[in-house]
């Protein structure tokens, strides 16, 4: 019987932002944290992240709502992740 091993913080941060590249989100790393910001919000479309907010939530992580952006943070990731709902 082999025990598993627990997920790193960069196994959890990478799964989160390989959905969200796969829906249309940009990811940018700055200032120790990342930024992600849809595709479609530099032409003036707001994007609502519901559908990434959802899988976060699922995978552990908490969701707190900033002005004109969501804040995702998880207890075992070291990194906050900004998802903005304007242009970057």
Request: zero cysteines.
């Amino acid at each position: 019987m082999a025990v598993a091993s627990p997920r790193t913080d960069w196994s959890l941060l990478s799964t989160l932002l390989r959905l969200a590249q796969r829906e249309g989100w940009n990811v940018a790393f700055r200032d120790g944290s990342v930024l992600v910001v849809h595709r479609r919000a530099a032409r003036g479309v707001v994007v609502l992240p519901a559908v990434l907010l959802g899988h976060a939530r699922e995978a552990g992580w908490r969701v707190a709502r900033r002005p004109g952006a969501f804040e995702l943070r998880h207890p075992a990731v070291r990194h906050r992740i900004q998802v903005s709902l304007q242009a970057a």
